[in-house]
């Protein structure tokens, strides 16, 4: 028998998973998942009726640190915002129409409950 390989997964990834999942349910196509720049990252690029969204995930085992959708702060939306700048301008999506998502996770009684705030926000990082 051979020996079992090891995959490591990265932080995040179940949770990215699980958000993709989710946006493939509710009618969005994922143009890319964990986009990097010198600007920071972007967990998932989708799109739905010709809009692009950029979607920040973030997953809570518990309510420890709060629910996942109060931890994307002001500084981190700056960041997603510089980030799918480039991302749009790479990629020719300047005069496409943009919106900003935040997907919770948060697992509670063993659950997965997910939160989708669509025009989490905006352009500004309001």
């Known amino acids: 028998m051979a020996p079992q390989e090891l995959t490591r997964e990265r932080p995040g990834q179940a949770g990215e998973d699980r958000a993709c999942r989710y946006l493939a349910e509710h009618g969005y196509s994922v143009r890319a998942r964990n986009f990097r720049c010198r600007s920071g990252e ?21 309510d420890g640190h709060g629910r996942g959708f109060e931890s994307v702060t002001r500084g981190k939306r700056l960041r997603v915002i510089q980030a799918a700048r ?41």
């Not at 900003?100 to 989708?116: K, L, M, T």
């Open 86 to 126: 480039l991302y749009a301008s790479r990629f020719g999506l300047t005069e496409a129409r943009l919106r900003f998502d935040v997907i919770s996770i948060d697992w509670r009684d063993g659950r997965a409950h997910v939160r989708h705030d669509e025009n989490a926000f905006d352009g500004s990082g309001r």
């Open 42 to 62: 972007i967990d998932v690029v989708a799109e739905q009726d010709g809009v692009v969204v950029f979607v920040e995930v973030k997953e809570r085992s518990s």
